[in-house]
């Protein structure tokens, strides 16, 4: 039996009545949410790793309501590593690295408590403690996972940042919340290179001076500002150490996550153990139903939401899976053959993986043994339905494909698949447990089958605790709760920022950025409609539409299309295009030009910058993208040069 449906059946209990299907108990949880956390705390036996039993009252769950600030479990001291660690004796293998030269390297589940206990030994002795923070600057490693298994177990606040990034943009983001401990690796290989990271290590130690001490995933290096030990050293050296977990209040700092910061600096968003414990546990375990036998695998980086996510499934007693190196090296075929090596019960990717799938021709079902595979995932942006068809004709008829739709800021998912539900072709199955998630027109008035503003009305246990740097809280409350609605409601809402339709089954269906709007005579349309159509044209590699506001109230809509090898954007290809806008979605959303771009730029985490390069095609003034935080920031002058160009 899926844990959900176990679950089913102790909420009825204390709902005292049936709950039929999924939408009933979707409504039980959002309708009592201190009854709902609570039964989320029992059915995984919470208390048993808490420092003192949660209290019968129901403000011994949710203390205050009130959004932002909402109080949970106010007496609860616990501690994340806690739960991981009660599937120690579990056999086999918790963590195996893979790399993109075919390195493997496992950590038993016999092996992680040791490991943690020698790390945070060593921790102790560089002066670490509570509210201390160490900072990874790292591929994604099985080292990763131990470091911040080991801060968390002392009560230090871990913070992760891709080793992708540039030492520059790495400080953007570290320096703020001043580290003690720098984590980093010599290198890596991406693309079929060596990444020589060294160089890059020593400056950002030189840029990060609050730190004091240097843990190298390599060798050791006495000649940086602060010497670098040796991790491995570090483990021998402290081998044998007793884990001692320090038990923590229920918001007390996890991590720090950082938003993507392309026209500003970067928000520290701080999450609690507690907050994280019972989100992930929900997600992971109620909705994904991950628990001991299943092999986990989401590809993703440090610098990304999906790796703290990834390591819940330890919590569940999943092993899981972290992997260096492209997704598409040396071809497209590289993932699906890593889930059939490994026999990955739940693979988590990206829609532009699957396109690349999609594109390159690939039968995966065909190509590899894929039986123990039983769900995928994808998150980063909406997963169009021709994927959905695509993963269904090409990889396993009637496979569960779980989009979800999250983010930093809960590091966790609002709606996605769940165990149980049917899915269908572009839309997100359901609102996940907890989540009092609606869509609302600008009076704030409900929709259901149209477009409105995605809001949140009642809180989550992982909504930030706070933002870093922010005492007065001024920063968190503009960055959810400032919007200016028609008819103000009587509460504070958090709204997300997206466009989203909730249908009448229930489901979602996410448009894009509600401050990317495309505004055409009145009639709006989110961008990720754009993309489903134009991105599953076979020539069309990626899309780009953006919807720019000029003088006298004109407007311009390019489309921006980056092309699979060997095409080539002609008169022929640029009507195919209309055609489908046109006949798909909206004669009056054909976009004005079709423009084959050099490339399109993206967040560090892949997501297309719409907002910042509106304002650059507007010839706004201060537009301010950091370098740092884009892949590939050259493309910057290019756009720049195409809205110099564009005469109104």
Not at 130 to 146: G, Q, T
Not at 403 to 424: E, K, L, N, Q, Y
Not at 518 to 542: F, K, P
Request: charged residues 20%; contains cysteine; negative net charge.
């Amino acid at each position: 039996m899926a844990q959900i449906d176990e679950f089913a059946a102790l909420a009825a209990a204390r709902a005292g009545r049936e709950l039929s299907g999924y939408d009933d108990l979707w409504q039980w949880s959002v309708s009592d949410v201190a009854g709902f956390w609570r039964a989320v705390w029992d059915f995984y036996r919470l208390d048993d790793r808490a420092a003192a039993p949660l209290g019968p009252a129901r403000s011994d769950v949710l203390a205050d309501a009130t959004m932002p600030g909402a109080q949970w479990f106010p007496q609860i001291r616990l501690n994340y590593v806690d739960q991981i660690l009660t599937h120690a004796e579990l056999p086999g293998a918790a963590i195996v690295g893979l790399d993109e030269a075919g390195e493997r390297t496992e950590i038993a589940w016999a092996e992680l408590p040791g490991l943690v206990a020698a790390m945070a030994a060593a921790l102790r002795a560089m002066g670490v403690g509570a509210a201390d923070v160490v900072a990874a600057y790292l591929p994604d490693v099985p080292e990763a996972v131990i470091c911040f298994l080991a801060a968390a177990s002392i009560g230090a606040i871990f913070s992760g940042c891709g080793a992708d990034y540039a030492p520059d943009g790495a400080a953007g983001r570290m320096a703020q919340l001043a580290p003690k401990v720098l984590v980093t690796a010599d290198g890596y290989r991406y693309n079929g290179k060596p990444i020589d990271k060294v160089a890059d290590n020593s400056a950002l130690a030189e840029l990060l001076d609050t730190v004091t001490t240097v843990i190298n995933v390599g060798a050791a290096h006495d000649d940086w500002r602060v010497p670098a030990l040796s991790y491995q050293s570090l483990l021998e050296a402290n081998a044998g150490a007793e884990l001692a977990v320090e038990k923590v209040a229920f918001d007390h700092p996890l991590w720090v996550l950082f938003s993507s910061g392309t026209t500003g600096k970067p928000k520290g968003i701080v999450h609690g153990h507690g907050g994280v414990v019972v989100e992930h546990l929900k997600s992971a375990g109620l909705h994904s139903d991950l628990a001991p036998g299943d092999v986990f695998f989401w590809q993703t980086a440090l610098s990304w939401m999906m790796w703290n996510f990834q390591v819940a499934g330890l919590l569940c007693g999943a092993r899981i899976i972290t992997y260096s190196g492209s997704p598409l090296y040396p071809d497209a075929d590289r993932m699906w053959s890593l889930v059939a090596d490994e026999h990955v019960t739940y693979f988590g990717t990206s829609p532009g993986q699957l396109q690349a799938s999609r594109k390159a021709g690939l039968h995966p079902g065909v190509e590899h043994d894929l039986s123990a595979l039983r769900c995928l995932g994808s998150t980063g942006s909406t997963l169009a339905a021709d994927l959905f068809e695509w993963v269904d004709e090409r990889v396993r008829p009637g496979l569960p494909v779980s989009s979800i739709s999250g983010g930093t800021d809960v590091v966790s998912a609002f709606a996605g698949g769940s165990t149980g539900v049917p899915v269908v072709a572009g839309e997100l199955s359901v609102r996940y447990l907890g989540v009092a998630l609606d869509s609302w027109a600008p009076d704030t008035s409900s929709l259901r089958g149209g477009v409105g503003e995605m809001v949140i009305t009642a809180p989550m246990p992982s909504m930030p605790v706070f933002f870093w740097n922010d005492p007065d809280g001024e920063r968190y409350r503009n960055a959810y709760f400032a919007h200016e609605w028609d008819s103000p409601p009587p509460n504070p809402v958090w709204r997300h920022g997206d466009w989203v339709t909730v249908t009448d089954h229930g489901s979602l269906i996410i448009h894009g950025r509600s401050d990317a709007t495309l505004n055409r005579h009145g009639i709006r349309m989110g961008s990720a409609d754009i993309y489903e159509v134009v991105e599953g044209i076979e020539q069309i590699a990626e899309a780009f539409v953006l919807g720019v506001d000029g003088p006298d109230s004109k407007y311009w809509m390019p489309l921006f299309v980056t092309l699979v090898p060997g095409a080539e954007l002609d008169d022929a290809l640029r009507s195919t295009i209309a055609s489908a806008v046109a006949s798909k979605l909206s004669r009056r959303h054909v976009p004005d030009e079709v423009i084959e771009a050099p490339g399109i730029p993206h967040t560090k985490t892949g997501k297309k910058l719409e907002v910042p390069v509106t304002a650059v095609l507007a010839g706004r003034d201060a537009v301010n993208i950091d370098p740092r935080a884009v892949d590939d920031y050259s493309l910057i002058d290019w756009y720049t040069q195409v809205g110099a160009a564009h005469r109104w």
